[in-house]
């Protein structure tokens, strides 16, 4: 009996952690702002791999931003 007080505080400060939060609103543009100095670039030490992934990277970046 002496756990129980214990383990009904735990679950209740567990449960308070569930509620809904405001979150953040952002636009597109403050997305497209934030990404564009982080765009991939090339290295003669790139893999096909990482080719691959940048150009995705790129391809995502630019369906969603355009040319703005």
């Known amino acids: 009996m002496k756990l129980r007080a214990p383990l009904l505080l735990i679950a209740a400060l567990l449960?308070?952690?569930?509620?809904?939060?405001?979150?953040?609103?952002?636009?597109?543009?403050?997305?497209?702002?934030?990404?564009?100095?982080?765009?991939?670039?090339w290295s003669i030490h790139d893999t096909e791999q990482s080719k691959a992934e940048a150009l995705l990277f790129l391809d995502v970046f630019q369906a969603i931003c355009g040319d703005d």
Do not use: N
Not at 22 to 39: K, Q
């Open 15 to 41: 449960m308070a952690g569930c509620g809904a939060t405001g979150g953040y609103a952002t636009t597109d543009g403050a997305v497209c702002d934030s990404l564009r100095p982080v765009l991939p670039t």
